[in-house]
Nanobody, 115 residues
């Protein structure tokens, strides 16, 4: 069992930055592929970025070059650094921990990009 708690969301102006954090507890964090997903109003949840246990990353095309995912296994935490934010990045952002046969989700944190 894994518990995930996201933090770091908020209101930011276009062009600004935020860093999201997701703290995990309850299992061996380092073995999980960790991901950030988001759900914008009226849209389905989509993958934003993912990092494997070995450190391999992949990103949605819409955030490449602006967002960076990283993990600190010593702190059981995964981060999402978001730069050059756009209004279309407004969404609830969810943290995800995955193995081939099981997935855990956090409760989400709201990110609003608006002037």
């Amino acid at each position: 069992q894994v518990q995930l708690v996201e933090s770091g969301g908020g209101l930011v102006q276009p062009g600004g930055s935020l860093r999201l954090s997701c703290a995990a507890s309850g299992s061996i964090f380092s073995i999980y592929t960790m991901g950030w997903y988001r759900r914008a109003p009226g849209k389905q949840r989509e993958l934003v970025a993912r990092i494997t246990s070995g450190g391999t990353t992949n990103y949605a095309d819409s955030v490449k070059g602006r967002f960076t995912i990283s993990r600190d296994n010593s702190k059981n935490t995964v981060y999402l650094q978001m730069n050059s934010l756009k209004p279309e990045d407004t969404a609830v952002y969810f943290c995800n921990a995955a193995l081939p046969d099981i997935v855990y989700w956090g409760q989400g944190t709201q990110v609003t990009v608006s002037s």
